[in-house]
C-alpha cells in the first residue's frame, strides 16, 4: 500500500513533487540570514551545574568586567624612553575606543616604594611612572617587588609588560542573567508560578538577545584593538589575550571551519561519486540532495534562533556525508536492477529500488538518530546541541533523498545496463579471505578487542584548553605568553565564608567604648582585624606556593603593602581601621573591594593557573586546597567555595567519563532494539551488535593507547561510529536473509552479498571517510581529533562488516542449517 501511494504521488508527478519540494525548501531558506554562531564561555561548561550558578551570583556581588590582555615585548629596553612613549601612543589610542571602559598600563599604576612612601602620606598624591622626575630604577625595582605587580604587569626578565583593556561593564545583561538564573533555580525545584513561567521565557529571550548584541560589540572592539596593534608592530611583538579575543576568534573558526568543511566535503564527494558511478547524472542528483537537506536545516535553525557552537558546526559536513551514502545504496540498487532487467521502464525501475532500499535506509537512519540522540544525556549543552541537531537532521536527509532523487531520476532516461565486468572484484577478495581465514578472522578479533580494552582503561579526562589550538594562531601564542610572563592564564577563586564570631576585645575596642564610637562598629573598617588577616595570611602564601598557580589576589596583597610602607611592622587593630579611611578610593576599589564583603563575612581570593603547565591536574588542585583549608585551617567543607573558570571547566572534564558511558549504553540499547524490531530474532540482534561493538571499542582503546584525552568532542565519537557504522550491518544483513532464501548456502550467499550490497557499503564508507578526511583542516584541535578517528572508525567498521560479520553468519547459522555445497564458488 506504500509503494503504491508513493508511485502515485512521487513517481507518476515528479515534476509537481519537485515543485512542492522546491518552495517547501525555499520557505526554510528564507530563514538563512537568522542562522547564528555561538562561542561563548557558555557553551563550554555543563548544563545546570550548581557551580555555574554560584559564579553567576559571585560576578555579580564582587563585580567584574570583561577585559582584555595585551602582552607588549619591545625590541629595546622596557623603561627605555622610546619604549614608555610607545607603551603611553597604545594606551591613548586604546582609551578612544568606543567599546573601551579604562586602560591600564605600567605607566598608570601608583608607585608605592619608588621611593617608600610612608604609611601615614598613602592618601596624597601618589606617583606613577609618568610623574617627573621619577626615579626609574627604583620603578624597576618595585615592578618585581610590590606583590600587586610582581610577575603580574611585569615579567620576572622585564622583557613582556601587560597591557589591562576593561570592557565596558553591561549591567543589564548581567541583571537579565541572575534573574534567569533564579528563576531557573526555581523552575529545578518545581516552584515556578504560572506568571513566573511567562516570565522566565521572557528573561531567557531578553537575555539571549542582548548577549549577542554584546557579543557582536565585542567582536567589534576585538577588531579595532587589533588594528592598533598592528600599527605598533614595528616596535615590538604584540598578543591578545582574554575571553572576549578567545569567543571573538572561535567565531571566525567556526565560521571558517562551516565554509571550508562544506565545500571541502562536496569536492571530495564529487569526485568520489564520478569515480564510482561515471556519470553525471549520479553525481549531480545527489549534490542536489545535499544542498536541499542543507539549506532546510539552516533554515530551520534560523527560524527557530537555536545555535550552532564549535561542537555542532560539523553538522553541515555530517549531513553531507550521511545524504550521500543514502543515495549511494539508492543508485547502487538502482543499477543493479538495471543491469538484471533490461526490459523495465525507468519508473518501474525507481519503484522497486525504492521498495526495496526504503526499510533498511529507514532502520539505518532510526539507528544513526539513535546514535546522535543519545548524547542528549549528556550535560554538556553544545553536545547536547549536536545530538538533537543531527537527528532532526538525518530525518531531513532521509525525506529529501527518497523523494527528490527519484523524482529527479524520473525526468530522465532509463539508464544502459552496466556491463557485468565492470564492477570492481575488491569486495569479492574480502569474501575470498573470509572463506579462507575466518577462523583467523575471529581471533584477531578478540585480541584486538582486549588490547582495545586494554586502551579504554588508559583514558583520561584532564586536558588543557590550550591544546584546543594550533600552535601557529594567536591564541595559543598569547595564552602561551601570558601563562609564562604574566602570572597564569585561567582564572579560579577561593571565596570563604567566615563563621559568626564574637573574638576578644581589644584594647583599641575597649578605648572606642570609652570615647562613645560604638555606634560605628558595624562599618566596614572594623572588619579588619589582625587574628583574621593573619588567618588569610597563611592561605594566601599556601596558595601563591602552589606549582600551579601563577598570580594571586587578595587583601593580604594590600596588608604586605602597607606592612613594608610601615617599616615592615604588622599593623595592629587601630591602625587597620584607620587604613580604611586613609587609602585612597582608587586603591580601594582595586584591591579592597573586589576582595572582601562585610556584610556577609566572606573573603575572596582571586588566582590565575598555569593552563601551559602540561602537569596541571585540575581536579587534584582543587582536592589538594580543600584539604588544606579543611585540616590546617580547621574551615568546614560549607564555608569553602572554589569557583570561575577552571572549576567550572573542570567540572565538565570530569562529567565526560560519565556522558561517554551513558551514551555509549543508550546508543547500544537503542540499536539493540532496532535490531529486535527489523530482524525479529534476538540470536540475529546479538551476532549483528558484535561486528559494531569492535570499532567504537578501537576508537577508545587507540585514544587511550596514544594518550588523547577526551574532550567535548572526542566523546561523540563512539556514538557517532557506532550509528553510521551500523548502517552496513542492517544493509549487510537484510540482503543476507533475502539471498539465503535462493539455494540456504551460507558461503554461496556470503559471496553474492559481497559482490552486491558489498559494493555499496565499500563505496559509503570510502565516500564518508573521505568526507570525515576534510576536518582536519581545522584549526580547532578536538575538529581534527574528530575527522581523523571518526574517519578510522568508519574503516574499521567496514573491515568489521566485510569480514567478522560474514564469519559470525557462517559460523553461527542464525538462519538455520544450510545446504550442502560442493563448492562456494565466486
Not at 581465514?437 to 582486549?450: A, E, Q, T, Y
Not at 606549582?547 to 587593630?573: A, F, Q
Not at 580543600?626 to 564555608?639: G, T
Request: neutral net charge; charged residues 20%.
Amino acid at each position: 500500500m506504500l509503494i503504491d501511494l508513493y508511485d502515485r504521488l512521487i513517481l507518476k508527478r515528479p515534476l509537481a513533487t519537485l515543485l512542492v519540494l522546491a518552495i517547501v525548501t525555499g520557505i526554510f531558506t528564507s530563514a538563512i540570514h537568522r542562522f547564528k554562531l555561538d562561542a561563548s564561555a557558555d557553551s563550554l561548561i555543563l548544563e545546570n551545574d550548581h557551580a555555574l550558578r554560584y559564579y553567576r551570583k559571585s560576578v555579580a556581588h564582587y563585580g567584574s568586567q570583561d577585559y582584555l590582555i595585551i602582552t607588549y615585548t619591545p625590541l629595546g629596553d622596557l623603561f627605555s624612553k622610546t619604549t614608555l612613549a610607545n607603551l603611553k601612543l597604545i594606551r591613548d589610542d586604546l582609551k578612544q575606543l568606543e567599546g573601551v571602559d579604562s586602560v591600564t598600563t605600567i605607566l598608570d599604576v601608583p608607585l608605592l616604594f619608588s621611593p617608600l612612601v610612608s604609611f601615614g602620606k598613602i592618601h596624597g598624591k601618589i606617583r606613577t611612572l609618568e610623574t617627573p622626575g621619577i626615579d626609574f630604577s627604583l620603578a624597576r625595582q618595585e615592578f618585581q617587588e610590590n606583590p600587586i605587580y610582581a610577575g603580574r604587569l611585569v615579567s620576572s626578565d622585564y622583557g613582556t609588560t601587560a597591557i589591562l583593556v576593561n570592557l565596558p561593564l553591561d549591567r543589564k545583561n548581567q541583571e537579565l542573567m541572575l534573574r534567569r538564573t533564579e528563576l531557573r533555580e526555581k523552575k529545578d525545584n518545581g516552584q515556578l508560578s504560572p506568571k513566573e513561567i511567562t516570565e522566565l521565557k521572557k528573561v531567557s529571550e531578553a537575555y539571549r538577545k542582548r548577549s549577542t548584541q554584546l557579543m557582536l560589540q565585542q567582536r567589534q572592539d576585538v577588531a579595532a584593538i587589533r588594528e592598533i596593534m598592528d600599527r605598533h608592530r614595528n616596535h615590538g611583538t604584540l598578543f591578545l589575550g582574554g575571553v572576549p579575543m578567545v569567543v571573538s576568534d572561535m567565531v571566525s573558526y567556526i565560521k571558517s571551519d562551516l565554509l571550508v568543511f562544506s565545500f571541502g566535503v562536496l569536492l571530495f564527494i564529487i569526485i568520489t561519486m564520478w569515480m564510482i558511478f561515471r556519470s553525471a547524472r549520479w553525481v549531480i542528483l545527489p549534490l542536489i540532495c545535499c544542498f536541499a537537506a542543507i539549506l532546510t536545516m539552516m533554515g530551520f535553525l534560523g527560524m527557530v534562533d537555536w545555535r550552532v557552537t564549535v561542537i555542532s558546526s560539523n553538522f553541515i559536513s555530517l549531513m553531507i556525508i550521511i545524504t550521500i551514502s543514502m543515495t549511494v545504496h539508492l543508485v547502487v540498487r538502482y543499477r543493479e536492477l538495471c543491469t538484471n532487467d533490461q526490459e523495465a521502464d525507468q519508473r518501474t525501475l525507481l519503484r522497486e529500488a525504492v521498495r526495496l532500499k526504503a526499510i533498511p535506509c529507514l532502520y539505518t537512519t532510526l539507528t544513526t538518530i539513535a546514535a546522535f540522540g543519545s548524547l542528549t544525556v549528556s550535560s554538556i549543552r553544545p553536545v547536547m546541541d549536536f545530538g538533537m541537531m543531527m537527528s532532526l537532521g538525518l530525518f531531513a536527509s532521509y525525506l529529501i533523498s527518497f523523494i527528490l532523487l527519484p523524482a529527479g531520476a524520473m525526468l530522465l532516461n532509463r539508464e544502459r545496463p552496466v556491463p557485468a565486468g565492470s564492477s570492481s572484484p575488491l569486495t569479492l577478495r574480502f569474501a575470498a579471505f573470509t572463506e579462507a581465514h575466518g577462523m583467523k578472522v575471529l581471533w584477531i578479533s578478540i585480541l584486538i578487542g582486549l588490547l582495545s580494552a586494554m586502551g579504554i582503561s588508559r583514558l583520561i579526562v584532564e586536558n588543557r584548553f590550550i591544546d584546543y589550538f594550533r600552535e601557529s594562531t594567536e591564541i595559543y601564542r598569547g595564552l602561551v605568553t601570558i601563562d609564562r610572563e604574566l602570572g597564569g592564564t585561567t582564572p579560579l577563586d577561593l571565596i570563604i565564608d567566615f563563621k559568626k564570631e564574637e573574638p576578644e576585645l581589644t584594647s583599641y575596642d575597649e578605648e572606642e567604648d570609652l570615647l562613645g564610637m560604638e555606634e560605628d562598629k558595624d562599618s566596614t573598617k572594623y572588619w579588619f582585624k589582625s587574628y583574621r588577616l593573619e588567618r588569610l595570611e597563611k592561605i594566601h602564601d599556601f596558595l601563591e606556593g602552589l606549582p600551579e598557580t601563577g598570580n594571586v589576589l587578595s587583601i593580604v596583597t594590600l596588608i604586605k603593602v602597607l606592612t613594608r610602607l610601615n617599616g615592615g611592622v604588622p599593623l595592629d587593630d587601630y591602625e587597620l581601621a584607620i587604613m580604611y579611611d586613609k587609602i585612597p578610593a582608587k586603591i580601594k576599589e582595586m584591591l579592597i573591594s573586589p576582595y572582601v564583603s562585610v556584610p556577609q563575612n566572606q573573603v575572596r581570593i582571586a588566582m590565575r593557573v598555569r593552563e601551559s603547565d602540561k602537569s596541571l591536574a585540575r581536579e587534584a588542585l582543587l582536592r589538594k586546597i580543600r584539604s588544606f583549608l579543611m585540616e590546617k585551617m580547621e574551615f568546614q567543607p560549607e564555608q569553602i567555595n572554589l569557583t570561575n573558570m577552571l572549576v567550572l571547566y573542570n567540572n565538565m572534564l570530569q562529567s565526560l567519563v560519565r556522558s561517554q558511558i551513558m551514551t555509549l549504553g543508550l546508543v547500544f540499547f537503542g540499536i539493540m532494539i532496532m535490531f529486535l524490531i527489523l530482524f525479529r530474532s534476538l540470536y540475529i540482534a546479538v551476532i549483528a551488535i558484535i561486528p559494531n561493538l569492535l570499532p567504537a571499542a578501537m576508537v577508545l582503546g587507540s585514544m587511550g593507547w596514544l594518550g588523547i584525552p577526551l574532550d567535548m568532542m572526542t566523546i561523540t565519537i563512539a556514538a557517532i561510529t557506532i550509528g553510521i557504522g551500523v548502517d552496513n550491518t542492517i544493509h549487510y544483513i537484510h540482503r543476507f536473509r533475502k539471498e539465503f532464501k535462493i539455494d540456504r548456502d551460507y558461503m554461496a550467499t556470503l559471496y553474492r552479498c559481497h559482490g552486491s550490497i558489498g559494493r555499496a557499503m565499500f563505496y559509503t564508507s570510502l565516500t564518508i571517510t573521505a568526507g570525515f578526511s576534510i576536518l582536519t583542516a581545522s584549526n580547532f584541535i578536538p575538529t581534527i581529533y574528530f575527522g581523523l578517528f571518526t574517519g578510522f572508525g568508519m574503516l574499521t567498521a567496514l573491515l568489521a562488516a566485510l569480514t567478522l560479520l560474514p564469519q559470525l553468519l557462517v559460523t553461527l547459522k542464525p538462519l538455520g542449517p544450510g545446504a550442502i555445497s560442493p563448492s562456494s564458488g565466486t
